[in-house]
């Protein structure tokens, strides 16, 4: 104690207390840029019969496992004990369960006054809307940012869960633990960390927000410059029914794109002249349909056009230029999956790394919690009476 990895947080031990989406997210980069991350999952998570390893699974990459009955009184204290030595604690619970388990903020820095306490919720510790259930779609909603993306005529667009669960909550609650450790180093003492995905969605979007104020971004969908309205910023169909993007946002890459395209920019609406834009987006669609979207590759990409062919996930890993920076790495021939996504942003000196996950939930029981220094006959106890698996 503590374990030591490759990474910028080499050195700091993560208690996280398993939760869904969002959370497992946060500490996956931790872990990645080298924090010793250890789950806390349920007793009724750990599996009858251990199953075969699956020690790549990238979503739980670089954490181990430990099975804890958190409604018992020794599971608690044993929580406790960890968060002790423990730099940061994680938890993803609705506002008030953690304290009525037992391991709230209050207790845990009684336990440990240096601790980083990182709480992540939809809606927040606190507000109207605080202890009840939604989703990543909800917030992205509430903020506005879903409202704000679709096409003209259309409905609002869901795009995935990257802003809500993954950017606003995950990597925010990230970047938190982070800075909160950094201060700690200074003033030797914890806090807690309040990251709500709704708060972290509005944040994403704060460039937006001041454009929408300053009448540079409309509430028409599909009529803006980044939402699909502008020419210059927009996905064409190639003549395979594939697609390609086209971002010439400034007038000097925009000038070379309509040379590109075999188009005459004095037969062309002013670039930004938005009365015009019908005009240029249909005469650039028909430009873009006359090929492929391999030919349109090997004819735009190294240019200043501002150009990408949008690519399928599986497509993206075989890109010549996602190839040559390592974007993906291999991972062992027993992962159906065959590769992941490497961690990311690279640091010159102390880079970060993809290690391997726990084989199952509660697989480094024993482990774990004798590098904690827990006597062993303890040990032997809790798991006789249900308290660990």
């Known amino acids: ?22 959370l497992p997210f946060a500490t996956l ?15 009724n998570e750990v599996p009858a019969e251990p199953p075969a390893a699956a020690r790549f699974r990238e979503f739980d990459r670089g954490r181990r496992s430990i099975a804890v009955d958190l409604k018992s009184p020794d599971g608690v204290e044993l929580v406790l004990s960890m968060v002790e030595q423990a730099d940061v604690l994680c938890e993803a619970f609705r506002p008030g369960v953690a304290e009525r388990l037992g391991i709230g903020p209050d207790v845990a820095l009684a336990r440990n006054p240096k601790l980083v306490y990182g709480r992540l919720t939809g809606w927040g510790q606190t ?53 909160a450790l950094f201060e700690a180093q200074r003033s030797g003492k914890g806090q807690v960390i309040d990251a709500a995905m709704v708060d972290g969605v509005a944040s994403i979007f704060t460039v937006f927000y001041s454009m929408a104020r300053a009448g540079m971004h409309t ?47 004095q037969s062309l609406p002013d670039q930004y002249d938005q009365s015009g834009w019908p005009v240029i987006r249909e005469r650039v669609a028909a430009a873009v349909r006359t090929k492929t979207r391999a030919e349109w590759q090997t004819q735009l990409e190294g240019t200043d056009v501002c150009f990408a062919p949008a690519l399928t996930f599986n ?8 190839a040559a920076r390592e974007m993906f790495i291999d991972t062992p021939d027993d992962n159906p999956d065959g590769y992941q ?14 290690r391997p996950s726990y084989d199952y939930e509660g697989a480094d029981t024993d482990s774990v919690l004798g590098e904690f220094n827990f006597d062993p006959a303890k040990i032997a106890t809790w798991r006789a009476a249900g308290v660990i698996a």
């Open 1 to 22: 104690m503590p374990r030591t990895f490759r990474g910028p947080l080499s050195g700091v031990t993560v208690v996280e207390l398993a939760g869904l989406g969002a």
């Open 29 to 43: 980069k931790l872990a990645d840029m080298g924090a010793d991350v250890i789950r806390v999952n349920r007793i």
């Open 127 to 179: 507000g109207p809307l605080s202890h009840t259930a939604a989703h990543s779609l909800n917030y992205e909603a509430m903020t506005g940012a879903i409202g704000s993306i679709g096409p003209l005529g259309g409905p609002p667009v869901p795009l995935l869960q990257v802003l809500g669960d993954f950017a606003g909550g995950g990597l925010h609650l990230a970047y938190g633990v982070v800075c």
């Open 219 to 265: 509430e028409e969908l599909g009529t803006n410059l980044f939402d699909g309205g502008s020419p210059f910023y927009n996905v064409y169909e190639t003549f395979d029914s594939k697609h390609i993007t086209l971002a010439p946002i400034e007038p000097h890459f925009y000038v070379q794109l309509l040379e590109q395209l075999g188009l005459d920019p």
């Open 315 to 322: 497509e993206a890993r075989h890109h010549p230029h996602n």
């Open 341 to 354: 996504v490497a961690p990311a942003p690279r640091l010159s000196r102390t880079p970060g790394e993809a």
